[in-house]
Structure formats: structure tokens, C-alpha cells
């Protein structure tokens, strides 16, 4: 694997302060955002925009989500190359996915706020997704008062945030030992590719926890979630009225508005308990 050079996940770039009524020069500490192309068998399927960072668990945990494969062996050769106009995850597929790839292939151009952005279809957006949160995990539950500590822990475990105060995070936690991954970038929707992969080349079954986001629920979120089998996504913010119509019907239990004060269930409220 090629090593990055010169980009990093964080840069510094130069201001003027305006507070008090009075105008200071210094710097700040910015969040970097780079095109970075996801290729199958020397074929390019996606460029995003996306953090420099933990970009092998982003090229796994996409291929995840996007259902390209099943499973973190199934792509054979990945390297990371930076290239003129950004990085290229360069990846190889086990012959027998293929023909899947083949069957989803599609170029999309994502901006750091979109995770569907050139879909071909809007049957394509809306696809059905396996169940796997619904029959996996039927008897997973977790407590009120540990979903609330573990949402307020997730802040002091964003270390890239705590210093550019402009990226999102994916988290995984389990009840009997915490938080024990979390991703950050500059898109909600590449926070929780990232985490996928990481916990795909960990071992850690999705169905064992909670994913905890920093950001709203959309749609795509909630379909990441449903695709790694994660029973549980709960975040600071509110969701869509679409994304509750796919977790419903994927078996996904959304958590909205956690705060300190307490949380919302929107669907499937029985894995809660007091």
C-alpha cells in the first residue's frame, strides 16, 4: 500500500477573528475534504468526498453497505494510491462477486452532505433491503439510562472534531463494555461506511450493539444500518419520515433527539427497556 504524503485529515488555514467588535489575524484548525474514488477491478463505481482518514474501513464498510460484498474477504487486493486529483481506493473482487457488482453498477459523483447522490432510479434508491436488524438480533435490547450515557460519551471520543468543530461520527456500542469504534468525516453517510469496515475487519457483528450518530437520520443512514444487521441507530438529531418508513420495514429501531435529558423511539420501541 502506498503511504499518503501530504494529505491529512486536518489542516491549518489562516484567518481574521471578528469578536468583541475588534479583528484578530491567527490560525484554525479546518477539516480536510478530498474526491476519493472507489474502483473495483480497475473499474471506477463512486467518487465521494470524504475525511483522509481510516480510508481502508471506508472501502470496505462502502462495499458493505452498498452490497457489492458480504464480507471484508471477498475483495482480495485493496490500495490506497493518491493520485493528481485525490485518492483512489483500488480494490479486487473474488470472481464470484462479480456479477453483482456488474448488476449494481453505477457512477455517482457524492458531495460530503449526500449519500445517494446519482442514483439512476428512484426504484434504485428505494430498493428492498435484507431484514437481517428484524431476525438477527429479536431478543438484542438496551437500557434507557445506558443509551443516554453512552450518546454522552460519544463527544470527547471525536478527536478530529474536538480540534476542526466540522465532522460527523459513527459509533458502536455495546452494553457490557461501551463505545469500542468510532469513525469521523466530514459526511454523516462516510462516518458510518467507515465504521462498518472497521467493524467488519474487527470481527464485531453489528448485532451485538447500537449504532450512535452526531448527525440527523436520513434514509441512507438508516440502509447502512439494515445492511450490516445493526438493530439500533440512534442519534443527536431527528430523523426523516422516510427513513422511519425503512427502518419499520427493515426492522431497524430509531432513536432520535438524544440529549442529555432523555431520547425519542420512532420505531420499534420494544428493544428499549427502563
Not at 90 to 96: G, I, W
Not at 127 to 132: A, D, V
Not at 153 to 177: C, G, I, K, M, V
Request: proline residues 4%; contains cysteine; neutral net charge.
Amino acid at each position: 500500500m502506498k503511504p499518503l504524503q501530504d494529505t491529512k485529515p486536518l489542516q491549518d488555514a489562516g484567518r481574521v477573528a471578528w469578536r468583541g467588535g475588534a479583528a484578530a489575524s491567527g490560525q484554525r484548525v479546518i477539516a480536510e475534504e478530498t474526491p476519493v474514488a472507489l474502483t473495483y477491478n480497475r473499474t471506477t463505481y463512486a467518487v465521494m468526498l470524504a475525511t483522509p482518514a481510516d480510508l481502508e474501513d471506508f472501502a470496505v464498510g462502502f462495499s458493505l453497505t452498498e452490497g457489492i460484498i458480504d464480507g471484508p474477504a471477498e475483495i482480495t487486493a485493496l490500495d490506497v494510491v493518491e493520485v493528481k486529483d485525490g485518492i483512489e481506493l483500488r480494490m479486487d473482487l473474488a470472481a464470484a462477486r462479480l456479477d453483482r457488482l456488474e448488476a449494481r453498477r453505477r457512477r455517482l459523483a457524492g458531495f460530503g452532505g449526500c449519500g445517494l447522490c446519482g442514483m439512476e432510479s428512484l426504484a434504485e434508491v428505494l430498493r428492498p433491503l435484507p431484514n437481517r436488524a428484524g431476525t438477527a438480533s429479536a431478543d438484542w435490547r438496551i437500557g434507557a439510562t445506558a443509551l443516554i450515557g453512552a450518546m454522552a460519551a460519544l463527544p470527547a471520543l471525536q478527536t478530529l472534531n474536538r480540534r476542526a468543530h466540522a465532522l460527523h461520527a459513527a459509533a458502536f456500542f455495546r452494553p457490557s463494555e461501551g463505545i469500542v469504534a468510532v469513525a469521523e468525516d466530514v459526511g454523516r453517510h462516510n462516518a458510518l461506511d467507515k465504521l462498518a469496515g472497521a467493524l467488519a475487519r474487527r470481527g464485531i457483528d453489528a448485532a451485538e450493539g447500537a449504532l450512535l450518530l452526531s448527525s440527523r437520520v436520513s434514509v441512507e443512514l438508516v440502509q447502512k444500518a439494515a445492511r450490516i444487521g445493526a438493530p439500533l441507530l440512534a442519534a443527536v438529531s431527528a430523523p426523516t419520515a422516510l427513513a422511519l418508513r425503512v427502518a419499520e420495514a427493515a426492522g431497524v429501531t430509531v432513536v432520535g433527539i438524544a440529549r442529555a435529558d432523555g431520547f425519542e423511539v420512532f420505531t420499534h420501541p420494544g428493544r428499549v427497556k427502563g
